[in-house]
């Protein structure tokens, strides 16, 4: 069985399958510190500086700014549980190997946000900070210490008048095809003969995410309130661009699920009101999905940190099928989720810190996971990139025994 | 309660910044917190009657609705949008010292973190608690914070981080903090903490909303 069958068993809640050995990732100084430790290093994670699209290569100018050899602490090795290529992140394969976990889910690489794409612009540099415009039109700030992820200064969709040129200039539906790499025809061919689960969607792309990605949280939440209807126009745009090319992309290869990212929830519960999900999120969810659905991709899994209890609900009516991280320290309880929504797809739902607290907390916490493995629909890993505190051995421990309850529950 | 009074309560809880603004529909081409709040001090009404019985119960209602659950970040945000646009009429009243602030509260993201939306809202919510907010911006490390308690010794501090990563940078600050100040107090806020992070670092307090920060400030309210 490829892992891509084993996916969609899985996902279909067969229980003569057993699941998969997927984590979320982890963070570039855990796996300088496991290195340390004893993982043994034979294919260390490369950047590169080569941009294709947003979907992929967002961030590469900052994650390379000290150069390429050496993995920035707060960068994610992917590791199966999200999708590869995202955000210019690395793929893992010492932890991979070593552990014996599954090949990763992949996305098509192809371009979401504007076309075309915005020159790369560095506005300064010092030893400490690096200052620059990306590829979709944000300027960050990339502190070179700590190493985390660029945080966004300025963004490209300031008012009605900036997002009419935008829109205009870099969404429209002339050149959908533009939105492909160069390679794109060698891409099909790879992904025509694959054996691994493939997605379109990704970061930063959702109906809450995107927005607040390109016009900042504290703008759009103002905009909810003074400015609806451009935010309606907003997302709809949006909506009509990925219906365009995830048309284009279905008439030359086969897709198992569609990822959505939101990033809409927090530790209190979702950012905005059930009644904004529902007027500026939920139509434009289902737009999408019933045209996916309608050429046999029946998986919808969307992506929200934080307490998304109120949200699984609204979610699941726009036809959203499955949900991750289920983020513990926020009270995402799986057994009690399970329990409401028995046909929800879940992925993630381990607490990822408390893996550094040792044998008899991780033993604690893999009793829930063995509960809902049981069940099917359910793809277990940690809550999140695996953090500098979890040591190696603590992984070792926790990561041997849930590969062992996996293999319990079907071929 | 005067009429006035009362509808400038109700603006600055629903977010009604002031006549041109579209939010919410049911009150729109309605006078806004922006006229209201000039209208009361033109009927004379004392600026300080204005600030406590006025604006920060309104601002309180809905900082306390959010704790529960029952408002959200726009709602919060858009209510403090209407609170700047009634406090610009009564900031020549503090300048003169006909209302007194509660206090000086010193609030930062910390060194290291660039991320400032929820500090931002705690600064709203506490400025519309009738404190003065010196805010420090992102980014801040030790001797920033101290710079400012020399300049505001009575002060209280808000510390604010939104990354594992640099939530560690706390430590260091309260520390620094403490060795020279003792007994100053040190609120802190962000996605990842928690009340056992707080009592680990020796700050004084954790609130997982702005609204808890207004009320244990209360105690210090000069």
Known sequence: ?411 | MSETLRKLSECIECGKINKASPYPPAMKGLDGADELCKRAIDEQIKPDVILNESLIPAMSRIGEKFSQGKAFVPDMIISAKAMTAAMKHLRPFFTSGAIKSKGAFVIGTVSGDLHDIGKNIVSMVVEGAGWEVIDLGVDVGADKFLQAVEKHPHCVIGLSALLTTTMNNMESIVKAVKDRYPNKIIVVGGAPLSEAFCQKIGANFYSPDPQGAVEFLKQFAA
């Open chain 1, 1 to 411: 069985m490829t892992l891509r069958e084993r996916f969609h068993e899985v996902m279909n809640f067969n229980p003569q399958v057993h699941s998969i050995k997927w984590e979320f990732g982890y963070w570039g100084k855990t796996l300088h510190d496991w290195y340390s430790a004893g993982l043994p290093k034979k294919r260390y994670p490369k950047l590169s500086r080569t941009l294709t699209t947003p979907t992929a290569t967002l961030y590469a100018p900052a994650w390379t700014c000290q150069g390429v050899d050496k993995l920035p602490n707060g960068i994610a090795a992917m590791a199966g549980g999200l999708y590869h290529p995202t955000q210019a992140f690395p793929l893992d394969s010492d932890v991979r190997d070593h552990f014996k976990m599954d090949d990763s889910q992949r996305l098509v690489d192809v371009n979401l946000l504007f076309c075309p794409m915005f020159e790369v612009k560095i506005h300064s540099e010092t030893d400490q900070k690096f200052i620059y415009t990306d590829v979709d039109g944000v300027k960050r700030v990339f502190l070179k210490d700590e190493a985390t992820i660029p945080t966004s200064l300025e963004w490209p969709i300031k008012d009605r008048r900036s997002w009419e040129q935008l829109k205009a200039e870099r969404l429209n539906l002339n050149n959908v095809k533009d939105r492909f790499p160069a390679n794109w025809p060698q891409r099909v061919v790879e992904y025509k003969k694959r054996n691994y689960p493939l997605a379109v969607g990704g970061y930063p792309h959702g109906f809450f995410g995107t927005p607040a990605h390109l016009i900042g949280y504290e703008n759009l939440f103002q905009w909810y309130c003074l400015e609806p209807d451009l935010v309606h126009d907003i997302v709809n745009t949006f909506t009509n661009v990925w219906l365009a090319v995830y048309e284009e992309v279905l008439s030359q290869v086969e897709i198992d699920h569609w990822q959505v990212w939101e990033d809409i929830s927090f530790g209190r519960g979702s950012m905005i009101s059930l009644d904004m999900v529902r007027e500026f999120m939920l139509p434009y969810i289902k737009k999408i999905g019933d045209f996916l659905k309608s050429k046999g991709v029946k998986i919808i899994l969307l992506d929200t940190d934080g307490d998304c209890n109120d949200l699984i609900p609204l979610f699941m009516e726009a036809g959203v099928t499955g949900m991750y991280p289920f983020e513990t320290k926020c009270g995402m309880d799986i057994v009690k989720v399970r329990r409401e929504y028995p046909q929800l797809q879940m992925l993630g739902g381990i607490p990822k810190s408390d893996i550094h607290l040792g044998k008899k907390r991780i033993d604690e916490f893999l009793e829930p996971v063995d509960r809902v493995l049981k069940t099917g629909g359910y793809i277990p890993f940690g809550d999140h990139f695996i953090p500098p505190e979890v040591d190696f051995e603590n992984f070792s421990y926790y990561r041997t025994k849930l590969n062992g309850m996996i293999d319990q529950y079907g071929n």
